[in-house]
């Protein structure tokens, strides 16, 4: 039986709407992505520190996005474009 995993969306993390008064440094994410329509409600306050991890060939998580996923260069352009104008 597979393990079952809660992923919680940085932004939720940051500004407590799932857990309470939670602190995040930073975050690093492998071969992750993020659902279309959800990048631009994030708003988690002030620069968090990101490290992307992703690969090209991956064919489950597109590097160019899909119906699922936004293109990962999007996904760092904007926490580029959040962090650097704070």
């Not at 992505?33 to 992703?54: E, I, K, T, Y």
């Not at 899909?66 to 704070?86: D, G, K, M």
């Amino acid at each position: 039986m597979p393990a079952v995993c809660r992923i919680w969306w940085i932004c939720e993390l940051q500004t407590g709407v799932r857990t309470g008064a939670i602190k995040i440094a930073a975050v690093a994410s492998v071969t992750g992505s993020v659902a279309p329509g959800r990048l631009m409600s994030c708003n988690p306050g002030r620069p968090v520190p990101v490290m992307a991890v992703h690969g090209t060939a991956d064919d489950v998580v597109l590097y160019n996005g899909s119906a699922t996923n936004l293109p990962i260069e999007q996904v760092v352009r904007f926490w580029v474009e959040h962090n650097c104008v704070q």
